[in-house]
């Protein structure tokens, strides 16, 4: 990853997909100038926190913050996306032919190598990759997996044994919400 400061010549703005983004990104510049258009709320109040003043949150998934800003339309210059060496889904694709976007490596995502707990009732998905872990020690039986969207739950597919939930919103308050609800009856 890159350890030193990046060349912000030319970038119109910041558009992060994860509040990791923000951290490992503001870990390498001072600089807070530029506007931020970030996925979620929950990362734009990473980057508010990081000092960041001009922040917009799309408040959903990645297809959203693509949606923002495809409705601002073009800008004055490239956008920089500052993320994950291997991200979870194609930002620069999904604008490709409506602005110029550049993905900037600055963190990695690291699957720990932990094994689940022998028992567990449920479990909290945040990621596909997560949830491509997690499928790769099943099948289970019985046990709750509560996922932060639909391409999170994704990976684990219907045959894993898991109840599946998928949050609402892309959120954790929804998340949450969704582990204490119960499952309609069919």
Known sequence: MPQREPDLT??????????NGVEAFAALTRDRA????AVGDAT?????IAGYADVRSAAGALADLA???????PRSGPLLIPGAREPAGDLPALLA?????????????????????EAFDAVL???????????????FAGQLAVALSAAAAEPLGHRSGLEI????????AALLQTLGKPTPRV
């Open 10 to 19: 030319g970038i119109s703005a910041l558009a992060f997909t994860s509040r």
């Open 34 to 37: 530029l506007p931020v258009f």
């Open 44 to 48: 734009a109040e990473a980057a508010r």
């Open 67 to 73: 949606g923002l800003l495809i409705d601002l339309g």
């Open 97 to 117: 032919g409506r602005m110029e976007a550049r993905a900037l490596a600055v963190y990695e995502a690291v699957e720990t190598g932990a094994p689940p707990p």
């Open 125 to 139: 998905i945040h990621s596909a990759r997560g949830a491509r872990a997690l499928a790769a020690r099943g099948p």
């Open 165 to 172: 939930r998928v949050a609402p919103t892309p959120d954790e």
